[in-house]
């Protein structure tokens, strides 16, 4: 049973080039999250999706998009790499009815230059 | 002002220590309280939740104090194993989209 998976484990990006950050998780979640995660601040959320077709923006969505291809898949876009963008970012999926319990994945460290 | 805040430490204790950790929230009008646990480059992982009454799971005890907004964690007879990152977790309610994340307490536990 492998969880949350996400790739790639790390990115190294020059600004302006774009990216997407693949999530997929096997627990059957209706809820998957989109967070990045920096020093001193505490994991914020980007975006989120409630179930298959529907995503909301969550504390920082700028310069992100989101797609939730299927219940399995929530991808996360980054268009035009920004250097504040640097960061690990995290995905996690929960089910319905316990969604403080949130499954993260191993993460991916992004560098933008 | 952080809507949860932690002390980053590092708490540094040898084997075997009790240890606290402590974090306030800003929200009175939070439903709901976590611990997560994380280890150094890893993903969070849920430890316990915390309730009003106060709870125990193993050597992990977790309190809340409504009035001022403040929640710990005691860490008995501490192990190896419990060096980690501590994040405290907080459900401002109104949906599932709504946990907000402390930055964490950092435990070094050394023999």
């Known amino acids: 049973n492998a969880g949350v998976t996400q790739t790639p484990k790390f990115q190294v990006l020059k600004t302006g080039q774009s990216m997407t950050l693949q999530c997929a998780q096997d627990m059957n979640h209706n809820s998957m999250y989109w967070y990045r995660q920096d020093p001193g601040m505490g994991l914020r959320l980007i975006y989120y999706?409630?179930?298959?077709?529907?995503?909301d923006k969550g504390e920082v969505p700028n310069g992100y998009n989101v797609s939730r291809l299927n219940k399995r898949e929530f991808s996360l876009r980054l268009e035009s790499a920004a250097p504040s963008q640097t960061s690990v970012y995290f995905c996690?999926?929960?089910?319905?009815?316990?969604?403080?319990?949130?499954?993260f994945g191993p993460g991916t460290r992004l560098t933008v230059t | 002002r952080k809507e949860v805040e932690q002390d980053p430490g590092p708490f540094n204790v040898p084997e075997g220590a009790t240890v606290a950790f402590n974090c306030t929230y800003s929200?009175?009008?939070?439903?709901?309280f976590f611990w997560y646990r994380q280890d150094c480059r890893k993903e969070p992982k849920l430890l316990m939740s915390?309730?009003?009454s106060g709870n125990e799971d193993g050597r992990f005890t977790a309190q809340l104090n409504r009035a001022s907004q403040y929640i710990s964690l005691l860490i008995r007879d501490s192990k190896l194993s419990d060096s980690a990152t501590y994040l405290c977790?907080?459900?401002?309610?109104?949906?599932?989209?709504?946990?907000?994340f402390g930055a964490g307490t950092r435990l070094a536990v050394h023999p």
């Open positions: 915390v309730y009003s």
């Open positions: 929200n009175s009008a939070s439903q709901s």
């Open positions: 977790v907080v459900n401002k309610g109104g949906g599932y989209n709504k946990l907000i």
């Open positions: 999706s409630a179930s298959e077709g529907t995503t």
């Open positions: 996690a999926s929960s089910t319905g009815d316990r969604d403080y319990e949130q499954y």
